[in-house]
T-cell receptor, first 114, second 113 residues
Framework: NAGVTQTPKFQVLKTGQSMTLQCAQDMNHEYMSWYRQDPGMGLRLIHYSVGAGITDQGEVPNGYNVSRSTTEDFPLRLLSAAPSQTSVYFC?????????????FGPGTRLTVL | KNQVEQSPQSLIILEGKNCTLQCNYTVSPFSNLRWYKQDTGRGPVSLTIMTFSENTKSNGRYTATLDADTKQSSLHITASQLSDSASYICVVSALGGGNKLTFGTGTQLKVEL
């Protein structure tokens, strides 16, 4: 099993550009989440999904969109990149709620917005 | 507001020595507490998870303790190795399911020869 995979590993964008961060898991987990990690701050939840076709906002959703058309994939879209979105982004999955079951994290995408 | 505070912010120890990392939380109502290890450039990996009724849990050279009354947890690393160099993150879950996780900012540990 590959676990949770993310692409790309690194990305540089110019302000105003859009892009999609890819996330996939092969553990048949229902629950998937996107976090951002910034220096001096704990991981913050952007969006999450409790199953295919169902998504919801987390703590810092502005500027990001998600969709969940399959159990395996959970892409994160930046609509119009801003320097404040410079961060490391982690996708995670768990069997059900991460409050109840272990959450597995991907390797992360380091995004720089100029 | 739910909060998780970790100390120290960073720590340098010699290989073979022991160390203890601290986690204080104000998350309520409490469900469980987890310690994660995050290597540089990688995603966090779970080390231990403890519920309200558990005081101690070990995973190899890692031992976590929980005092739910004082809302404190510690992670003790025994006989440290160079590979222990990483950030250690404390995460507390609130009752009610969902994604009610509060992450600490982590303790950056460096093990030197």
């Amino acid at each position: 099993n590959a676990g949770v995979t993310q692409t790309p590993k690194f990305q540089v964008l110019k302000t105003g550009q859009s892009m999609t961060l890819q996330c996939a898991q092969d553990m048949n987990h229902e629950y998937m989440s996107w976090y951002r990690q910034d220096p001096g701050m704990g991981l913050r939840l952007i969006h999450y999904s409790v199953g295919a076709g169902i998504t919801d906002q987390g703590e810092v959703p502005n500027g990001y969109n998600v969709s969940r058309s399959t159990t395996e994939d959970f892409p994160l879209r930046l609509l119009s990149a801003a320097p404040s979105q410079t961060s490391v982004y982690f996708c995670a999955s768990s069997y059900t709620s991460p409050s109840l079951h272990e959450q597995f994290f991907g390797p992360g995408t380091r995004l720089t917005v100029l | 507001k739910n909060q998780v505070e970790q100390s120290p912010q960073s720590l340098i120890i010699l290989e073979g020595k022991n160390c203890t990392l601290q986690c204080n939380y104000t998350v309520s109502p409490f469900s469980n507490l987890r310690w994660y290890k995050q290597d540089t450039g990688r995603g966090p990996v779970s080390l231990t998870i403890m519920t309200f009724s558990e005081n101690t849990k070990s995973n190899g050279r890692y031992t976590a303790t929980l005092d739910a009354d004082t809302k404190q947890s510690s992670l003790h690393i025994t006989a440290s190795q160079l590979s222990d160099s990483a950030s250690y993150i404390c995460v507390v879950s609130a009752l009610g399911g969902g994604n009610k996780l509060t992450f600490g900012t982590g303790t950056q540990l460096k093990v030197e020869l």
